[in-house]
Structures are given as C-alpha cells and as structure tokens.
Nanobody, 126 residues
C-alpha cells in the first residue's frame, strides 16, 4: 500500500502563512485523487481541499476558499497545501488522504479512502 506523511505544521501568528506537504512512498501521487482534511480538538473531521487526478482540478471548502491553495509536485511526489491569512479557527491537525472523489455540483466529496497520513499540527495564535 501507499504511505502518506504530512509535514510543515507549526505555530504561526494570525495572518501568517504555512505550507504543508503530503509526501507519498510506495506509489505515485500523480495517479491518485488527494484531499486535505483537518480535525480541531473536540470537533469532527472537516474537508479542506482536494486535487482530482483525472481532470487536474481543485476544490475547496468555503471556509478556506481564497486563502488556501492545493497543488501537486510530480517531481517531489507530493501534494502541498499553501495556507495564507491563517486564522485561529484554522487550528487543527491536518491530514492528507487518497480515495475516490464524487462531485456534487462544484463541491468535491472523497469516499472509499485508501491511504491516510499521520497528521501534522497547525496552531494559529491570536
């Protein structure tokens, strides 16, 4: 199976930026749909962004649209999440995952998950 490892998390002030990276081993990420999720303490897991392999397109949750950017780097075999204008509400553990994607209008939903990373902590202070 393919393994995923997230990195790039840390502590940042509100309004700052972080770049998360999802690195794959045992497979080529360019052949998979990849999504980022986050889970804040005491809350449910939340979809953040997705990269669709077949159409090379991206989708974002409304809460991060315009601030976060998901991209694929085939040379590094990674999918990255650039996070700008960070808010305290963005504080969470961020995970990347692979699976199938179903489009509901302009909204992407991932299901039949095949790989999960261990997560990387992002903390935004006010």
């Amino acid at each position: 199976q393919m393994q995923l490892v997230e990195s790039g998390g840390g502590l940042v002030q509100a309004g700052g930026s972080l770049r998360l990276s999802c690195a794959a081993s045992g497979g080529t990420l360019s052949s998979y749909n990849v999504a980022w999720f986050r889970q804040a303490a005491g809350k449910e897991r939340e979809f953040v962004a997705a990269f669709r392999w077949t159409t090379v397109t991206t989708s974002y949750a409304d809460s991060v649209k315009g601030r976060f950017t998901i991209s694929r780097d085939n040379t590094k075999n990674t999918v990255d999440l650039q996070m700008n204008s960070l808010k305290p509400e963005d504080t969470a553990v961020y995970y990347c995952a692979t699976g199938k994607i179903r489009m509901e209008g302009a909204i992407a939903h991932m299901y039949d998950f095949t790989s999960w990373g261990q997560g990387t902590q992002v903390t935004v202070s006010s």
